[in-house]
């Protein structure tokens, strides 16, 4: 089975745990996949800039940046005061 997978469904019972039996199944499978695949993303966008040639130390404010703005995002959603504060705090590129 999958690392992803794996981490997914234990992320899938965590929150299920913590919500309770009264909220549905499909609350907490959403919220783990939410959490599974914003890590994903960061870990594809920061592996992306390793293999391009940039040292790992050289992305990480702008790694660290990223990983606060997209955690806050999940936690506040894709509402559109928190898409407008997404864009207004979006990180600096990270240096080549």
């Not at 609350?27 to 594809?44: D, E, H, N, P």
């Not at 992305?59 to 005061?81: F, I, Q, W």
């Given at each position: 089975?999958?690392?992803?997978?794996?981490?997914?469904?234990?992320?899938?019972?965590?929150?299920?745990?913590?919500?309770?039996?009264?909220?549905?199944?499909?609350?907490?499978?959403?919220?783990?996949?939410?959490?599974?695949?914003?890590?994903?993303?960061?870990?594809?966008?920061?592996?992306?800039?390793v293999?391009?040639?940039?040292?790992?130390?050289?992305?990480y404010?702008?790694?660290?940046?990223?990983?606060?703005?997209?955690?806050?995002?999940?936690?506040?959603?894709?509402?559109?005061?928190?898409?407008?504060?997404?864009?207004?705090?979006?990180?600096?590129?990270?240096?080549?």
């Amino acid at each position: 089975m999958d690392q992803g997978v794996r981490m997914e469904q234990s992320l899938d019972k965590a929150f299920a745990e913590v919500l309770g039996g009264s909220t549905p199944d499909i609350v907490a499978r959403i919220a783990a996949g939410q959490v599974t695949s914003t890590q994903q993303t960061l870990v594809v966008h920061n592996l992306t800039q390793v293999l391009a040639g940039t040292s790992a130390k050289a992305p990480y404010p702008h790694a660290v940046t990223t990983a606060n703005l997209a955690y806050d995002m999940l936690e506040h959603g894709l509402s559109r005061t928190a898409l407008a504060s997404a864009r207004s705090r979006s990180a600096p590129r990270p240096p080549a």
